[in-house]
């Protein structure tokens, strides 16, 4: 009997150990998520318009297929890419944040030049593409695309959040890297769903509530969802360059040159007078200039190399 207590304390105290462990992986998770808000706004930003144009029916199997591409691409692409990186070569992040960070300014720069008339994205060859595509074909090519983006915006988004996870064990980085997968692919597809199927319950409110309050409030959502979606476009395009900006910025500081992010700080701080609310609102709003000045620049190199190489390596009809 003295044994078989023995025996139930020591699996008491492993599994209370355990239990302080996934608290721990937990914390750190969410406090690593919290570093990559911007990529996960812009992420949950863009990803509604892959299903623009679809059936109702096919929106909600659409974005599913996303959010397992999207666990796919964090799990078992990205989680194992970053340890490798963060425990053999540390020197490499740097560079590779800045590379995306340039990517994402490209992307913002793009969308607000389209808007002024000034080019033409790949998103405008897309479009002229997909009007002679069959239904089912279309989603697989749509599908594949969105995969592709959430491929650059998951992998600012872990490589983030992997920076902001206190130094400690091989196994303990993984777990709460892992955590960080699963917890934000769930919020930000979850959140497109949401987005997605507002309006079909705000129609399905308005013509079927035998309650008037019910009824209006179902035409409110219908009405409001269209100027919703285009607020989270400008939203996303906004925390796009807010984050390219800023991954640039703390980039160039990782690799010895921090005259820009003390020049940041201290303009940011001098127009804040003692709010941390403003200081950080004038330093993204910065950030974001700066992201917008460096994605014009490699527009002309996205219009030369990087259009091409999408068009070329994007899903098509067959």
């Given amino acids: 009997m003295s044994g078989l207590l023995a025996l139930l304390d020591d699996v008491a105290g492993i599994a209370k150990i ?3 462990s996934v608290d721990d992986v937990i914390s750190q998770a969410a406090k690593a998520g919290s570093k990559a808000a911007g990529a996960i706004i812009d992420d949950a930003a863009v990803s509604p318009k892959y299903v623009q144009g679809f059936r109702a029916e096919r929106e909600l199997p659409i974005i599913w297929r996303i959010a397992k591409g999207s666990f796919k691409n964090k799990l078992l692409y990205l989680l194992p890419v970053g340890l490798l990186l963060v425990n053999f070569a540390p020197w490499a992040i740097a560079p590779l944040l800045m590379l995306g960070g340039g990517y994402l300014c490209f992307e913002g720069a793009e969308k607000v030049a389209h808007v002024l008339g000034w080019g033409h994205g790949h998103e405008d060859y897309e479009g002229k593409e997909d009007a002679a595509i069959d239904p089912a074909k279309l989603e697989e090519k749509k599908v594949q695309g969105a995969i592709k983006t959430d491929f650059i915006l998951s992998a600012e988004i872990m490589t983030i959040s992997l920076a902001a996870i206190p130094e400690s064990n091989f196994w303990m980085e993984a777990s709460t890297l892992a955590a960080v997968a ?3 692919t769930i919020a930000v597809y979850g959140s497109v769903a949401l987005i997605v199927k507002a309006d ?3 129609l399905a409110l308005a013509s079927r509530s035998p309650l008037a309050a019910t009824r209006a409030l179902g035409r409110g959502i219908v009405n409001v969802m269209p100027h919703f ?4 476009t400008i939203i996303g ?3 796009m360059l807010w984050v390219g900006g800023s991954i640039i ?3 160039l500081a990782e690799m010895g040159w921090h005259g820009p992010e003390h020049l940041i700080y201290g303009i940011a701080k001098s127009v804040a007078g003692g709010s941390g609310f403003i200081e950080w609102t004038a330093k993204a709003a910065i950030d974001g200039v700066l992201g917008l000045a460096v994605g014009f620049a490699l527009i002309p190199l996205g219009e030369r190399v990087i259009t091409p ?4 390596f994007a899903p098509k009809a067959v």
């Fill in 229 to 232: 979606l285009k607020a989270l």
């Fill in 200 to 202: 079909d319950v705000g």
């Fill in 309 to 312: 190489i999408w068009r070329k």
């Fill in 249 to 251: 910025v703390h980039g």
């Fill in 237 to 239: 395009t906004a925390a």
């Fill in 18 to 20: 355990a239990a302080s």
């Fill in 182 to 184: 699963i917890m934000i």
